[in-house]
T-cell receptor, first 110, second 113 residues
């Protein structure tokens, strides 16, 4: 019952930008969009989150559409170490309201 | 900060044995979460604590599972008796506030034979 839809897999060439889409058409006004990733055999790693405005940090950029029904995570210069499963999560006000879906398996190729 | 620390990283045990997983949250974080990850069900929240008090254990699969948090820097997840279907990766996470970003530990990979 995840609130998001992501493509199951994507490829990206090393050094190029990786653009990972996420649809969240039922998002509510007070719900945030969070992105995590999970590199093989490691714990989920927080990447970025946002409410309405675009956000950027040292890892990535998050672009949220004006109607907030979809977003894109951008890794500006993908490296082989960015190969992972990327999870887009819509998170409400409840503490336990962070549900991980199947995510997108990103493979960065040389 | 060292981040969330979990031990052991790997555990292999036989059916019927007691298993104890341990977690040290990030210092100053008031919330602690236990998750389980399997291929079939993905990542599921089992239980979470606020200031060492269990708040929601609705995700705990059965009475064989129990969790405690005796102080702000330590939590355990116990399975007694363990069964093969408990085989999974168990993650601990902590956050400053319940609605703030959760930071995950490296996980404990459990195999019950």
């Amino acid at each position: 019952d995840a609130k998001t839809t992501q493509p199951p897999s994507m490829d990206c060439a090393e050094g190029r930008a990786a653009n990972l889409p996420c649809n969240h058409s039922t998002i509510s006004g007070n719900e945030y969009v969070y992105w995590y990733r999970q590199i093989h055999s490691q714990g989920p790693q927080y990447i970025i989150h946002g409410l309405k405005n675009n956000e950027t940090n040292e890892m990535a950029s998050l672009i949220i559409t004006e109607d907030r029904k979809s977003s894109t995570l951008i890794l500006p210069h993908a490296t082989l170490r960015d190969t992972a499963v990327y999870y887009c999560i819509v998170r409400g006000r409840l503490v336990n309201d962070m549900r991980f879906g199947a995510g997108t398996r990103l493979t960065v190729k040389p | 900060d060292a981040g969330v620390i979990q031990s052991p990283r790997h555990e292999v045990t036989e059916m019927g044995q007691e298993v104890t997983l341990r977690c040290k949250p990030i210092s100053g974080h008031d919330y602690l979460f236990w998750y389980r990850q399997t291929m079939m069900r993905g990542l599921e929240l089992l239980i979470y604590f606020n200031n060492n008090v269990p708040i929601d254990d609705s995700g705990m699969p059965e009475d064989r599972f129990s969790a405690k948090m005796p102080n702000a820097s330590f939590s355990t997840l116990k399975i007694q008796p363990s069964e093969p279907r408990d085989s999974a990766v168990y993650f601990c996470a902590s956050s400053l506030d319940g609605r703030e970003t959760q930071y995950f530990g490296p996980g404990t990979r459990l195999l019950v034979l």
